[in-house]
């Protein structure tokens, strides 16, 4: 089965400076990945995702993730943010690309002005 | 293409009532999914189905929750004999298998907040 580890359930960070969302996973088969934000009373919108083309996934808002099969990571950067990164972010992750999601369980962002 | 629809957006209900959610997908979006998410926690899948096929249901749907697809266009989702347990956010998504080796996105609309007194 395939699931997926979100550490830290609140982050916080100041205005301009890195954002490091963390996300490892777990699955019997070459996975696929994505990173969906949540703004409040509102759905999910897809940020990335991996679907195995290259490493390194680049998305909107300038978010970007790593792939990394020897620690089982996904982890979710941005270079400086902005006030309008705050918000839940959830990793999930697909069996074959074409089925159910299987999401963690959030990390909200705080961003301090 | 005006992105997927839920109605309602909210929902007030007391125990022991019957609901019933509409998720109008993306057009000419083949599969149809159906998540629940709780307060702090991700969105848990429910059900999912490709044209009107249901394909796959989780062992989360008791026998009081139904899902249907009647035209392989819209769905709806009903809950018969609410219970506070049932309160949460009910999001629906839609994909296009069409993607090719790319997989599917899935994309989502902006849920249904239940509310069970």
């Known amino acids: 089965a395939q699931s997926v580890t979100q550490l830290g359930s609140h982050v916080s960070v100041s205005e301009g400076a890195l954002v490091l969302l963390r996300c490892n996973y777990s699955?019997?088969?070459?996975?696929?990945l994505f990173w969906y934000v949540q703004y409040p009373n509102q759905g999910l919108q897809l940020l990335l995702k991996?679907?195995?083309?290259?490493?390194l996934v680049k998305g909107i808002n300038g978010f970007e993730a790593e792939f990394k099969k020897s620690e089982t990571s996904f982890h979710l950067t941005k270079p400086s943010a902005h006030m309008s990164d705050a918000a839940e972010y959830f990793c999930a992750v697909s069996k074959f690309g074409n089925e159910k999601l299987t999401f963690g369980t959030g990390t909200r962002l705080t961003i301090i002005p | 293409d005006t992105g997927v629809s839920q109605d309602p957006r909210h929902k007030i209900t007391k125990r022991g009532q019957n609901v019933t959610f509409r998720c109008d997908p993306i057009?000419?979006?083949?599969?149809l999914y159906w998540y629940r998410q709780t307060l702090g926690q991700g969105p848990e899948f429910l059900t999912y189905?490709?044209?009107?096929?249901?394909?796959?249901k989780s062992r989360l749907l008791s026998d009081r929750f139904s899902a249907e697809r009647p035209k392989g266009s819209f769905s709806t989702l009903e809950i018969q004999r609410t219970e506070q347990g049932d309160s949460a956010m009910y999001l629906c998504?839609?994909?296009?298998?069409?993607?090719?080796?790319?997989?599917?996105?899935?994309?989502f609309g902006p849920g249904t907040r239940l509310l069970v007194l």
């Open positions: 998504a839609s994909s296009s298998t069409s993607g090719g080796a790319g997989g599917e996105t899935q994309y």
């Open positions: 057009s000419e979006h083949n599969r």
């Open positions: 189905f490709q044209n009107e096929a249901q394909l796959e």
């Open positions: 699955s019997s088969v070459p996975p696929y």
């Open positions: 991996y679907t195995s083309a290259a490493t």
